[in-house]
C-alpha cells in the first residue's frame, strides 16, 4: 500500500475551462456560507442551467452532422436525449458510446456493468448502443441510491478532495431507483430481462452479484470516493474480461478514485493506458494476459 508521501500526482492532464472554474468559486463560496439545503439546491440549478445550454449546443452540432457526416447523427442523438439524466455532461456519454461500440466490435464477452448509476444516462447509453449494434448484453446497474456515503481520509489532499465543480458531501446526487427504472424501461424502451438493478451500497451488494454478473465486458465506475473505487475494483475486476473495458468517471476529478485506482493496479503490479475522456474521466483497457 502506497504511503501518502509516495502516492504519485496525478497523470492525466485536466484543466476545466474558465466558466467552469468561475462556477467553481462561486459554488465553493456558497458551500461554505449557505445552509446544506440551500446549497444543494444552488448546485442542482446551476446544473440544470448547463444541461440546457448543452443541449442547445448539442442541436447545433446535429444540425451540422446532418448535413457534412452522417455517420455522428446516431451518436448525437443519443448524447442529446440521455443528456438530461447525466451529471458527466456530453463527453461522458461520448466515452461510453465510444468504449462500448469498441467492446461490441471486438467481440469481448460479457455483461455491462455500471456502479454509480445517478440518474441512469450512462448506464442506458451502454445498454442502448449494445441493443443497436445486435447484442443481447445483460446491464448491470449498482448503486444506493441513497446518495454519497462519507468520504474518508484517503480522499483528501491538503484539505480537499478533487477538483470537481462544487463540494460534494453525504447524500448529495442521490436519485430514486424508480427515477433510474423510469428511464431505462419507458424511456428507452430497454427489456427488463436484460438489466438488472441492484439496490445497495457496494460492499454489501458486489460481494454476493459478482458470481451472478460473472464476466465483464465493460465496468464503468462512478463512485467518486476512495473507498467506493476500491471496493468497486477489488470485487468485479478480476470479472473483466481479457482485452475488456474499464471506464473511471471520477479518475481527474476527485482524489481517493485516482488514488483508489492508482493503488490497486500497483498492487496488482499491471500497467495499463490510461485515455482521458476531456472532463476528467478516464478507460482502459485490461491487458490480454492479466
Known amino acids: 500500500m502506497l504511503s501518502k508521501s509516495s502516492y504519485p500526482s496525478n497523470v492525466?492532464?485536466?484543466?476545466?475551462?474558465?466558466?467552469?472554474?468561475?462556477?467553481?468559486?462561486?459554488?465553493?463560496?456558497?458551500?461554505?456560507?449557505?445552509?446544506?439545503?440551500?446549497?444543494t439546491f444552488l448546485y442542482g440549478s446551476g446544473r440544470r442551467i448547463l444541461w440546457v445550454v448543452q443541449r442547445l449546443l448539442l442541436k447545433?452540432?446535429?444540425?451540422?452532422?446532418?448535413?457534412?457526416?452522417?455517420?455522428?447523427?446516431?451518436?448525437?442523438?443519443?448524447?442529446?436525449?440521455?443528456?438530461?439524466?447525466?451529471?458527466?455532461?456530453?463527453?461522458?456519454?461520448?466515452?461510453?458510446?465510444?468504449?462500448?461500440?469498441?467492446?461490441?466490435?471486438?467481440?469481448?464477452?460479457?455483461?455491462?456493468v455500471e456502479c454509480g448509476v445517478g440518474k441512469g444516462g450512462c448506464?442506458?447509453?451502454?445498454?442502448?448502443?449494445?441493443?443497436?449494434?445486435?447484442?443481447?448484453?445483460?446491464?448491470?446497474?449498482?448503486?444506493?441510491?441513497?446518495?454519497?456515503?462519507?468520504?474518508?481520509?484517503?480522499?483528501?489532499r491538503n484539505g480537499k478532495a478533487g477538483e470537481m465543480i462544487g463540494p460534494l458531501s453525504k447524500g448529495m446526487l442521490a436519485h430514486p431507483m424508480e427515477q433510474v427504472s423510469n428511464l431505462i424501461?419507458?424511456?428507452?424502451?430497454?427489456?427488463?430481462?436484460?438489466?438488472?438493478?441492484?439496490?445497495?451500497?457496494?460492499?454489501?451488494?458486489?460481494?454476493?452479484?459478482?458470481?451472478?454478473?460473472?464476466?465483464?465486458?465493460?465496468?464503468?465506475?462512478?463512485?467518486?470516493?476512495y473507498e467506493s473505487t476500491k471496493c468497486c475494483l477489488e470485487n468485479l475486476y478480476d470479472g473483466v474480461s481479457p482485452r475488456g473495458f474499464v471506464i473511471i468517471d471520477d479518475y481527474a476529478t476527485c482524489y481517493g478514485a485516482e488514488r483508489a485506482v492508482t493503488e490497486f493496479m500497483l498492487?496488482?503490479?499491471t500497467e495499463v493506458a490510461l485515455i482521458p475522456d476531456g472532463r476528467g474521466g478516464v478507460w482502459f483497457r485490461k491487458p490480454a494476459s492479466a
Not at 456519454?93 to 461490441?104: H, K, N, P, R
Not at 448491470?140 to 474518508?152: H, N, Q, R, V
Not at 460481494?207 to 465486458?217: E, M, Q, S, W
Open 185 to 225: 424501461f419507458n424511456e428507452c424502451c430497454l427489456s427488463k430481462e436484460n438489466v438488472k438493478i441492484v439496490k445497495g451500497w457496494f460492499q454489501d451488494t458486489l460481494p454476493l452479484v459478482r458470481k451472478d454478473i460473472g464476466a465483464i465486458a465493460v465496468l464503468r465506475l462512478d463512485g467518486d470516493w
Open 123 to 156: 448506464g442506458a447509453m451502454m445498454a442502448l448502443v449494445s441493443k443497436e449494434l445486435g447484442s443481447k448484453r445483460i446491464l448491470w446497474l449498482c448503486d444506493s441510491y441513497e446518495g454519497l456515503p462519507e468520504p474518508t481520509e484517503e480522499d483528501f
Open 60 to 112: 447545433m452540432s446535429l444540425f451540422s452532422a446532418v448535413a457534412v457526416n452522417k455517420e455522428k447523427v446516431g451518436k448525437l442523438r443519443l448524447i442529446d436525449k440521455l443528456l438530461p439524466f447525466t451529471m458527466g455532461g456530453p463527453l461522458a456519454l461520448s466515452a461510453t458510446f465510444d468504449v462500448v461500440t469498441i467492446a461490441e466490435k471486438d467481440g469481448i464477452p460479457g455483461a455491462l
Open 267 to 269: 498492487n496488482k503490479r
Open 12 to 39: 492525466v492532464s485536466y484543466k476545466r475551462s474558465l466558466p467552469v472554474r468561475l462556477a467553481k468559486v462561486v459554488l465553493d463560496l456558497a458551500h461554505r456560507v449557505l445552509p446544506h439545503g440551500a446549497y
